[in-house]
Protein backbone atom coordinates (compact mmCIF):
# COMPACT_ATOMS: atom_id res chain seq x y z
CA UNK A 1 0.00 0.00 0.00
CA UNK A 2 2.76 2.39 1.05
CA UNK A 3 4.74 1.20 -2.31
CA UNK A 4 1.03 2.43 -4.36
CA UNK A 5 0.52 5.67 -2.44
CA UNK A 6 4.58 6.93 -3.47
CA UNK A 7 3.56 5.83 -6.72
CA UNK A 8 0.38 7.85 -7.21
CA UNK A 9 2.47 10.99 -5.19
CA UNK A 10 5.68 10.52 -7.88
CA UNK A 11 3.23 10.52 -10.98
CA UNK A 12 1.45 13.27 -9.92
CA UNK A 13 4.80 15.83 -8.90
CA UNK A 14 6.09 14.65 -12.29
CA UNK A 15 2.87 15.35 -14.42
CA UNK A 16 2.65 18.86 -12.89
CA UNK A 17 6.29 19.66 -13.37
CA UNK A 18 5.41 18.68 -16.85
CA UNK A 19 2.76 21.25 -17.33
CA UNK A 20 4.44 23.52 -15.23
CA UNK A 21 7.76 23.93 -17.53
CA UNK A 22 5.51 23.52 -21.06
CA UNK A 23 3.40 26.55 -19.69
CA UNK A 24 6.23 28.67 -19.08
CA UNK A 25 7.84 27.71 -22.76
CA UNK A 26 4.71 28.79 -23.70
CA UNK A 27 4.27 32.07 -21.82
CA UNK A 28 8.23 32.82 -22.85
CA UNK A 29 7.48 32.92 -26.58
CA UNK A 30 5.23 36.18 -26.45
CA UNK A 31 6.73 39.42 -26.40
CA UNK A 32 7.02 41.52 -23.09
CA UNK A 33 4.82 43.98 -23.66
CA UNK A 34 1.29 45.06 -22.25
CA UNK A 35 -0.68 43.60 -24.67
CA UNK A 36 0.56 40.36 -24.85
CA UNK A 37 -0.16 40.18 -21.14
CA UNK A 38 -3.63 40.02 -21.39
CA UNK A 39 -4.90 36.49 -22.67
CA UNK A 40 -8.03 37.90 -23.72
CA UNK A 41 -5.74 40.70 -26.09
CA UNK A 42 -3.10 38.26 -27.06
CA UNK A 43 -6.21 36.04 -28.67
CA UNK A 44 -6.58 39.51 -31.09
CA UNK A 45 -3.16 39.97 -31.85
CA UNK A 46 -0.20 38.17 -33.99
CA UNK A 47 2.86 37.91 -32.07
CA UNK A 48 5.07 37.02 -35.23
CA UNK A 49 4.12 40.47 -37.12
CA UNK A 50 5.15 43.61 -35.61
CA UNK A 51 3.93 46.02 -37.77
CA UNK A 52 6.36 48.84 -36.29
CA UNK A 53 7.78 50.09 -33.27
CA UNK A 54 5.42 49.85 -30.50
CA UNK A 55 2.97 48.08 -32.70
CA UNK A 56 1.22 44.35 -33.47
CA UNK A 57 -0.97 43.19 -36.03
CA UNK A 58 -4.26 43.19 -34.71
CA UNK A 59 -7.03 40.79 -36.44
CA UNK A 60 -10.47 41.69 -35.96
CA UNK A 61 -13.25 38.58 -34.65
CA UNK A 62 -15.47 39.49 -37.36
CA UNK A 63 -12.73 39.18 -39.76
CA UNK A 64 -13.30 42.43 -41.92
CA UNK A 65 -10.40 44.34 -40.76
CA UNK A 66 -6.42 44.23 -39.89
CA UNK A 67 -5.00 47.57 -38.03
CA UNK A 68 -2.17 48.26 -36.23
CA UNK A 69 -2.25 47.82 -32.06
CA UNK A 70 -0.53 49.73 -29.48
CA UNK A 71 1.44 47.39 -27.58
CA UNK A 72 1.33 49.25 -24.38
CA UNK A 73 -2.73 48.78 -24.74
CA UNK A 74 -4.77 46.47 -23.54
CA UNK A 75 -8.89 45.27 -24.58
CA UNK A 76 -11.07 45.64 -22.13
CA UNK A 77 -13.79 42.65 -21.20
CA UNK A 78 -14.37 42.48 -17.58
CA UNK A 79 -18.46 43.95 -18.89
CA UNK A 80 -20.39 42.68 -22.47
CA UNK A 81 -20.25 46.04 -23.43
CA UNK A 82 -16.49 46.30 -23.13
CA UNK A 83 -16.26 44.05 -26.16
CA UNK A 84 -19.30 42.85 -28.26
CA UNK A 85 -19.72 41.56 -32.06
CA UNK A 86 -22.93 40.61 -33.77
CA UNK A 87 -21.94 38.26 -36.68
CA UNK A 88 -19.69 39.90 -39.42
CA UNK A 89 -22.01 43.22 -39.46
CA UNK A 90 -20.91 44.67 -35.83
CA UNK A 91 -17.77 44.94 -33.53
CA UNK A 92 -17.30 47.08 -31.11
CA UNK A 93 -14.34 47.34 -28.25
CA UNK A 94 -12.59 49.30 -25.78
CA UNK A 95 -8.70 49.76 -24.79
CA UNK A 96 -7.26 51.21 -22.54
CA UNK A 97 -3.55 51.96 -21.32
CA UNK A 98 -2.36 53.66 -18.13
CA UNK A 99 0.83 55.33 -18.42
CA UNK A 100 2.88 57.34 -15.39
CA UNK A 101 3.63 60.92 -16.01
CA UNK A 102 5.39 62.73 -12.96
CA UNK A 103 4.39 60.06 -10.58
CA UNK A 104 0.99 60.64 -11.69
CA UNK A 105 -1.84 57.98 -13.30
CA UNK A 106 -3.28 58.79 -16.65
CA UNK A 107 -5.25 56.22 -18.46
CA UNK A 108 -5.61 56.24 -22.28
CA UNK A 109 -8.82 54.77 -23.74
CA UNK A 110 -8.96 53.66 -27.41
CA UNK A 111 -13.15 53.02 -28.64
CA UNK A 112 -13.85 51.42 -31.79
CA UNK A 113 -16.97 50.56 -33.01
CA UNK A 114 -17.58 49.34 -36.68
CA UNK A 115 -21.00 48.43 -38.30
CA UNK A 116 -22.83 47.87 -41.61
CA UNK A 117 -23.83 51.41 -42.08
CA UNK A 118 -25.83 53.67 -44.23
CA UNK A 119 -22.69 54.48 -47.16
CA UNK A 120 -23.69 57.85 -47.60
CA UNK A 121 -22.56 58.60 -43.32
CA UNK A 122 -19.61 57.02 -44.02
CA UNK A 123 -17.91 60.25 -45.38
CA UNK A 124 -18.74 62.57 -42.16
CA UNK A 125 -17.64 59.69 -40.05
CA UNK A 126 -13.81 59.58 -41.45
CA UNK A 127 -13.78 63.74 -41.61
CA UNK A 128 -14.97 64.03 -38.19
CA UNK A 129 -11.71 61.49 -36.68
CA UNK A 130 -9.35 64.63 -38.61
Known amino acids: MKKRTKTIIAVIAGAAILIGGIW ?3 ESRYPNVTAFDDHFTREF ?3 DKKV ?7 KSKTGQYTMWFPEEYQLIHENKEDYSINGKDYERWVAS ?3 FFNNKSEISYINVELADKVKKNENINVESLF
Do not use: A, H, P
Request: charged fraction near 30%; glycine fraction near 6%.
Open 24 to 26: MIN
Open 45 to 47: LNK
Open 52 to 58: DDGFYEF
Open 97 to 99: SEN
